[in-house]
């Protein structure tokens, strides 16, 4: 490793940033790896709060009741809803797929993790692009059992009713946050009634955040990341922990992001064996940006060992 170091210190900064941002370069050997098939799914504008008023288990959600209790299996069918604006979408995209499966394979090695989302190309075009740089973007966040939201329902306890482009939003611009950063929270979200910085430090620093990676591809299938923690909004870091490389073959999205397991920064989790984290997914395609995306329930991760949906093993 060493060697490698100093031979690429010799190269130009163009070609460094190059080698150090593709993990590919890192061997994992995938095909030992154990993976999970999720369906992400289109959730339309199905908040956090919907989910915990309207919806009709609402009640059981409240009381803790896991979104996969009862929808595990359902995905496919609830995507179509929604994507067709039978349900909570007022303006469905024509012919835009409600769903799709996603193999996801989650690895370790002495100093990193690896998680690799591999998908088949939906070949599915609206013509709309609202983010013109990036046919596709994936992302996944985590969180320690702090924020309690996540354990029920993995990335949705940070969806309110009021960010972009959802029911109560009316034109604000508001990106994904915790309940917990708000004084009050209604039916049409948290507003922006955010809580004095000192009681956001103090929430932050007690692990009460989710953090988030984000790879957004660009047509060259060159990436950039978007890295950072959830608490009062989305807080991306200038600088990201996370390297990710994409690669789209005979009709086959893959996209890995990494990062060192151990970090010392604010709103990052330090990941370590003996502790579950509470994961989630999400995937946009078709240039589509915002809300316009596909999502998964919540799913747990271990290191070495554990009973939970994923375990990244030792490479
Ligand atoms: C106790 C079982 C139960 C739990 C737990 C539960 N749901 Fe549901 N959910 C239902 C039922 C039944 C419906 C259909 C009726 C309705 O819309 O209220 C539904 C409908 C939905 C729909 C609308 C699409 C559709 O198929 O009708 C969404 C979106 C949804 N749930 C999301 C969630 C999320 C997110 C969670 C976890 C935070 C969750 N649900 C937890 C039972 C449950």
């Not at 009050?184 to 932050?204: F, H, M, Q, W, Y």
């Not at 807080?235 to 994409?246: D, G, H, I, Q, R």
């Not at 596909?294 to 554990?306: H, I």
Request: hydrophobic content about 40%.
């Amino acid at each position: 490793m060493k060697r490698f170091r100093r031979a690429i210190a010799t190269l130009g900064a163009v070609a460094c940033a190059l080698i150090l941002s593709s993990p590919s370069a890192w061997a994992v050997s995938w095909g030992s790896v154990k993976g999970l098939d999720i369906v992400l799914f289109y959730p339309g504008q199905a908040s956090w709060e919907w989910v915990l008023s309207d919806h009709s288990a609402a009640k059981t959600v409240r009381t803790g009741g896991k979104c996969r209790e009862c929808h595990d299996t359902e995905e496919t069918d609830m995507g179509k809803k929604m994507v067709t604006g039978k349900k909570m979408e007022p303006a469905p995209i024509v012919g835009k797929p409600g769903s799709i499966p996603v193999n996801i394979k989650i690895a370790r090695d002495a100093a990193r993790i690896y998680v690799r989302m591999t998908w088949k190309d939906t070949g599915f075009h609206s013509g709309t692009k609202k983010d013109a740089d990036h046919p596709v973007k994936v992302a996944m966040m985590m969180a320690n059992k702090q924020v309690k939201e996540s354990s029920i329902a993995g990335c949705w306890g940070a969806c309110h009713d009021d960010a972009s482009g959802m029911a109560s939003a009316a034109d604000a611009k508001r990106s994904l946050y915790l309940g917990a950063s708000r004084t009050a929270i209604t039916r049409r979200g948290g507003g922006d009634n955010v809580k004095p910085d000192a009681e956001l430090a103090s929430l932050v620093a007690g692990g009460n955040f989710l953090e988030f990676w984000q790879a957004e591809v660009k047509g060259d299938q060159s990436v950039n990341v978007k890295e950072g923690y959830i608490l009062d909004k989305r807080n991306t870091s200038k600088t990201p922990l996370v390297e990710a490389s994409a690669e789209l073959k005979s009709g086959q999205w893959s996209v890995t992001l990494s990062r060192k397991l151990k970090v010392d920064e604010i709103g990052r989790h330090n990941i370590q064996p003996d502790q579950t984290y509470n994961i989630g997914f999400a995937l946009h395609d078709d240039y589509a940006e915002g809300r316009i995306h596909y999502v998964s329930f919540g799913y747990t991760l271990a290191l070495n060992q554990g009973d939970t949906d994923f375990v990244a093993v030792k490479q």
